[in-house]
């Protein structure tokens, strides 16, 4: 059985990193990835569960995004939290989570995941530019089942 923390290579998992920190680079928002083995409940509900778990919902702007892949169900949720919710355009989370979907679709999940993260960012910096003085709220490592963190 596959498992969440060694479904992408080491250098899969570096190029979503990568794309976490350059997307937040330009903005003050917070984007976080978290895999999972397998999700026994709906998919949705889990994703906001650990949204709010992991404190995505205490950045100061209200400005977290979070991508969760569930690898067995082959399913996945974007979260945005009231902040970014409230400027986007309808239909926003939809066609990031098409393109993904069209990606995945074509086995590029690392690129899905990367170019998720991406889209969301460029949304980010449209509304909440990074200041001076912001400071990284929450990490940019992709997290795993039973909160393993990637490389």
């Not at 509900?45 to 169900?73: C, P, Q, S």
Request: net charge negative; with cysteine; aromatic share 8%.
């Amino acid at each position: 059985m596959m498992k969440a923390s060694t479904f992408f290579t080491p250098e899969q998992q570096e190029t979503i990193i990568r794309a976490i920190a350059e997307a937040e680079h330009a903005t003050s928002g917070e984007i976080r990835v978290h895999i999972e083995t397998s999700c026994k409940v709906n998919v949705l509900d889990e994703a906001a569960w650990l949204f709010r778990k992991v404190g995505m919902h205490k950045t100061a702007d209200r400005n977290g995004v979070l991508i969760y892949l569930a690898l067995k169900e082959r399913n996945f949720a974007i979260i945005g939290d009231s902040g970014i919710n409230a400027v986007v355009p309808p239909g926003f989370w939809d066609s990031i989570r098409d393109h993904m979907q069209q990606k995945f679709s074509e086995g590029l999940y690392a690129d899905g995941l990367a170019d998720g993260v991406r889209m969301a960012g460029e949304k980010l910096r449209e509304h909440f530019p990074r200041s001076k003085d912001d400071v990284n709220e929450l990490t940019d490592a992709i997290s795993f089942d039973n909160n393993e963190t990637g490389s």
